[in-house]
């Protein structure tokens, strides 16, 4: 039994929403966030929700860049993770899929 006020992980909910862009020059502006016209209607809803892109290629090669540091053992997606950014074709499509 946990101690009063003390929440599992499973306790919470616990979403994350994602995005694909269709072009490199898109994914560019959005990870760079650039109010380009045609973003200025997301950035606008991101902004009222305190919410910014993140670039699901720079996530996972920070976590393998983390897992490299302190430990593969301790980062148990690492061997996938890594399989994926090595890969050019998973690559492009995650350099154009982005999380808030």
């Known amino acids: 039994m946990r101690p009063e006020g003390e929440h599992s ?3 919470h909910w616990q979403y994350q929403v994602r ?3 269709n072009d490199s020059a898109t994914a560019e502006s959005v990870g760079r966030k650039l109010r380009v016209p045609a973003l200025a ?3 606008d809803i ?8 993140k670039c699901q290629f720079d ?3 920070e976590y393998v ?6 430990g593969v053992e301790n980062y ?12 050019p074709a998973k690559k492009e499509k995650y350099l154009k899929s982005f999380a808030l």
């Open 41 to 43: 209607p997301l950035f």
């Open 76 to 87: 148990p997606l690492y061997q996938w993770t890594k399989a994926t950014i090595e890969n």
């Open 19 to 21: 995005f694909d862009v």
């Open 65 to 70: 860049a983390a897992a490299e540091e302190h």
């Open 46 to 53: 991101l902004a009222k929700h305190r919410a910014a892109p």
């Open 9 to 11: 992980v499973a306790s």
């Open 59 to 61: 996530a996972f090669a």
